[in-house]
């Protein structure tokens, strides 16, 4: 049995401190972008959610009674913009899918990343390449980037080669081409990432990239589907000690903008 709980602004919802979701954070969750009326990737995000619910032998509710429900939340709703979240949880018994919403916040500028060497992606992991609710790791290691005056960490997997920062996909440009790692490292397939992959308008290549090749690279740009594309200035921390710097107006990274805003539109569920 699958229950959905819809929690309103200012009110507060209750988790049983002997469910799993509470006592061990089983649970998976999706962040999205309403804006102009429409849920943006509302598709990618609702697919990954479920294929991950069936990995974990979580069920997951009605399609149709989400959609409801999330409609109903925004039409109560006096804004044009916020940040919409499922949290799936398990229960004893059973699933609850919690429906909530928080305000639009302004993402951080463009700036360094700095390669982390310490802890890498362990592809193997049964968790790699799902959204979970165990999610301390990325924000305890990107709140201590912040704390260095870095954007994020550049993360590698457990062979070295880059996979991804703690909370977006990245991307990287080269003489010619747009390359990213490959999902076999371990990251988190993200759904801006996918559907720039899935693109029929721009050509991206997954590749193992080592640090090295970083200096090869003539532009970078990460994403996720809430503050969509932004370019990086460049890398710190490289094996041989002398950053990378990257073009922050490369004109590739405005084709990749620009590309995103019509897959958003393509992959929108119109709400109101």
């Known amino acids: 049995m699958s229950e959905i709980v819809l929690i309103p602004p200012g ?32 598709d990618l995000h609702w697919e990954r959610l479920k294929q991950s619910a069936k990995y974990f032998g979580l069920e997951v509710p009605d399609k149709h009674a989400v959609i409801d429900a999330v409609q109903s939340l925004v039409q109560s709703l006096d804004t044009r ?27 951080p500028p463009a700036g360094q990343l700095i390669l982390d060497t310490q802890f890498p992606i362990h592809a193997d992991s049964p968790l790699s390449g799902h959204k979970t609710h165990n999610y301390m790791e990325c924000i305890y290691l990107l709140e ?20 991804e920062t703690t909370t977006s996909n990245v991307f990287f440009i080269n003489e010619s081409e747009i390359v990213t790692p490959a999902a076999e490292g371990g990251i988190l397939p993200g759904v801006a990432r996918e559907a720039l992959l899935g693109s029929d308008q721009i050509e991206i290549f997954e590749q193992r990239i080592s640090p090295g090749m970083l200096r090869d690279m003539r532009g970078a740009f990460i994403t996720n589907a809430i503050m969509g594309v932004q370019a990086v200035s460049g890398v710190e921390g490289l094996p041989d000690g002398d950053p990378v710097d990257f073009d922050l107006n490369h004109p590739l990274i405005e084709k990749i903008r620009s590309e995103f805003d019509r897959l958003k539109a393509i992959h929108a569920l119109k709400l109101i």
């Open 11 to 42: 009110q507060s919802a209750s988790i049983s401190p002997q469910s799993s979701g509470f006592a061990h954070g089983f649970g998976l969750f999706e962040t999205m972008r309403f804006e102009a009326g429409q849920l943006c990737f509302w």
């Open 144 to 163: 201590k980037a912040r704390a260095q005056g870095y954007r994020d960490w550049l993360r590698l997997d457990t062979e070295g080669f880059v996979a």
């Open 81 to 107: 913009e916020l940040i919409l979240k499922l949290s799936l949880l398990k229960e004893v018994g059973g699933t609850r899918l919690y429906i909530y919403s928080r305000p639009a916040m302004a993402s």
